[in-house]
């Protein structure tokens, strides 16, 4: 079975900081990865995917990822955050038939 | 006008309550599914329809039903429910195929409070 972890499970960082948050799956066929985001009492919102070509995704709001194959990862990276990056982010795997797998989501706390 | 909409947003029920969540959307998808979102939990899906005809069992499907009464429209039922599936639910959608980009559009959430 397909799995997603995400190893930081809360994030606090002054702005201006720079943020990686990791993302592990485990699914040995062809994978779209996901990252989204959820702002404070909203939904889900897509940041950024990955389907084929160029592993270094480029997404809104100065958002980036690396998929890397060979170590089943896909870290979300932004140089600079800022307060209005303060929400839930989740990474998703999409492979074996269109079903998504979601990891448990990290908090990220900005402060001012 | 919102792409994919829940009704209701909030319901507070007692235990032992039928209850039905209701989902439309207004993308052409052929592919719904029902989530819930738990603290800590992430999303874990309960449900998922590919089409009208084709319904299929997520990894916590124990205690709820769906329906795909059209391809617009899914419903997620609880027959009797109980305080655990307290959560947070989302419907979502998608498109597949060839030249579609797979991305899952989610609807605003049901926030459920079973007492």
């Known amino acids: 079975a397909q799995s997603v972890s995400q190893h930081n499970h809360h994030v606090i960082l002054s702005e201006a900081a720079s943020l990686e948050l990791g993302c592990n799956y485990s699914y040995g066929g062809t994978v779209n990865l996901f990252w989204y985001v959820q702002y404070p009492g909203q939904h889900l919102q897509l940041l950024l995917k990955?389907?084929?070509?160029?592993?270094l995704v480029k997404g809104i709001k100065g958002f980036e990822a690396e998929f890397i194959k060979s170590k089943f990862s896909f870290n979300l990276r932004k140089p600079s955050v800022q307060w209005s990056d303060t929400a839930e982010y989740f990474c998703?795997?999409?492979?074996?038939?269109?079903?998504?797998?979601f990891g448990s989501g990290t908090k990220l706390n900005v402060k001012p | 006008d919102a792409d994919v909409t829940q009704t209701p947003r909030n319901r507070i029920t007692k235990t032992g309550k039928r209850i039905m969540l209701e989902c439309s959307q207004t993308k052409g998808h052929d592919r719904m599914y029902w989530y819930r979102q738990d603290p800590g939990l992430g999303l874990r899906l309960i449900y998922y329809s590919f089409d009208v005809k084709d319904i299929n069992k997520g990894e916590i499907s124990d205690g709820y039903s769906v329906s795909r009464q059209a391809q617009a429209k899914f419903s997620l039922s609880l027959e009797s429910a109980i305080p655990n599936q307290t959560a947070l639910y989302f419907c979502?959608?998608?498109?597949f195929g060839q030249g579609s980009n797979n991305e899952q559009f989610f609807g605003p959430g049901t926030r459920l409070t079973v007492l």
């Open positions: 990955y389907f084929s070509g160029d592993p």
């Open positions: 998703a795997v999409n492979g074996n038939f269109n079903k998504f797998y």
């Open positions: 979502a959608t998608s498109d």
